[in-house]
């Protein structure tokens, strides 16, 4: 029996999840929430996150019923906080009679005696050895020692498991649906687009951890110069450097910055023959698509944060990237050795069909 079943007395019919980061971190948390799903399928299970995690709520309809947005906290550096939002925030969230709460943030230093707060009939997720204040948590027995020393997809799957629920595997997933397929098949008529012969690069992600812009325009000169167009991606807040990036190239590229949703920008990564992408959110996505990609790490460690697929998805390091020669030589062999992710499920589906 799950640890949580054994808690309650009964299988948990309401789950709130809190995970208030970034896209990336959330990806790295699809195999414990498909765990999670696999473990209790019929279970409300609600994901409290930063409000753009509506976008990623609606990707997973078959591991989240719900998505809760979350209005802050002090110390919590994401957004600002909203002391009135936050208040009724945890007075709505009492009023939901949660039957377990999983804090899935990070060490639980500073939620989860905030999550407490909300009452549920059990709370678990991580808690920081060591320190006093958090005793409390380690007594329950629903608190896992927070691993420091681990790859992020483990961090949460490892936690599953000292709960006593099954894993379902350690692949990220990410799959558009039909409507978002479309649309990105839209996108690419009005760009003159075709799948399969264009390359997506991506010079955004968190100041601190970005290959320089001027390395961008050169390989993506040198994979134009191979007869592919390149496709610039980026947010809105991410214009900047995509112009940065066609202002030093020779020749000109394709800017959907601004144009995708998250499901859409998916769809588009199945359709590429290759990303190339700093260590972001992006680069997390391309692997959920099992698009072929090249990942730039900086200042990140790839032993916590890199794929865990180092076949079809390549780590190189900032260090070892100061010309374009590596990943040149890395976007080669991918680009003669994988297909685009739609073409390898084309295939299959109509060999099954024949």
Not at 162 to 168: E, H, K, T
Not at 231 to 241: F, Q, S, Y
Not at 328 to 349: G, H, I, K, S, W
Request: with cysteine; aromatic share 10%; charged share 20%.
């Amino acid at each position: 029996m799950d640890n949580l079943t054994n808690t309650l007395g009964y299988p948990p019919r309401r789950i709130a999840v809190f995970r208030a980061i970034q896209l990336g971190d959330l990806l790295c948390a699809v195999p414990a929430f498909r765990a999670l799903r696999a473990a209790f399928p019929d279970a409300h299970i609600a994901l409290i996150g930063l409000p753009w995690a509506k976008e990623f709520v609606a990707s997973y309809p078959r591991y989240f019923d719900e998505f809760i947005p979350f209005p802050g906290w002090p110390g919590l550096p994401e957004q600002p906080v909203d002391p009135v939002k936050t208040v009724l925030f945890l007075q709505q969230m009492q009023n939901r009679h949660w039957d377990v709460v999983l804090q899935m943030q990070g060490n639980g230093t500073l939620v989860n005696a905030m999550l407490s707060l909300v009452n549920a009939k059990a709370l678990g997720g991580y808690y920081p050895a060591g320190t006093k204040s958090e005793e409390w948590a380690a007594r329950t027995g629903l608190f896992f020692d927070y691993p420091v020393k681990s790859h992020e997809v483990h961090r949460h799957t490892s936690l599953m498991t000292f709960l006593g629920i099954a894993s379902q595997g350690d692949a990220l997933e990410f799959e558009p649906n039909e409507t978002a397929r479309q649309q990105a098949l839209t996108v690419l008529t009005e760009c003159r687009l075709k799948p399969g012969q264009y390359i997506c690069i991506h010079p955004g992600g968190v100041s601190g951890r970005r290959w320089p812009v001027h390395r961008f325009a050169e390989v993506a000169d040198a994979l134009m110069d191979k007869g592919y167009t390149v496709v610039l991606t980026g947010t809105a807040g991410e214009i900047p450097i995509i112009d940065e990036v066609q202002s030093r190239m020779e020749h000109p590229a394709v800017s959907l910055a601004g144009r995708t949703s998250l499901a859409t920008l998916g769809a588009i990564l199945q359709f590429t023959a290759l990303l190339v992408s700093n260590d972001t959110g992006v680069g997390h996505l391309g692997t959920a698509c099992h698009t072929p990609s090249i990942i730039l790490f900086t200042s990140a460690d790839p032993a916590e944060w890199g794929p865990l697929d180092t076949s079809r998805h390549r780590v190189i390091y900032e260090d070892d990237a100061q010309d374009t020669h590596r990943v040149m030589t890395e976007a080669n062999m991918l680009l003669t050795t994988y297909r685009p992710y739609y073409l390898e499920t084309q295939t299959r589906t109509n060999n099954a069909s024949a």
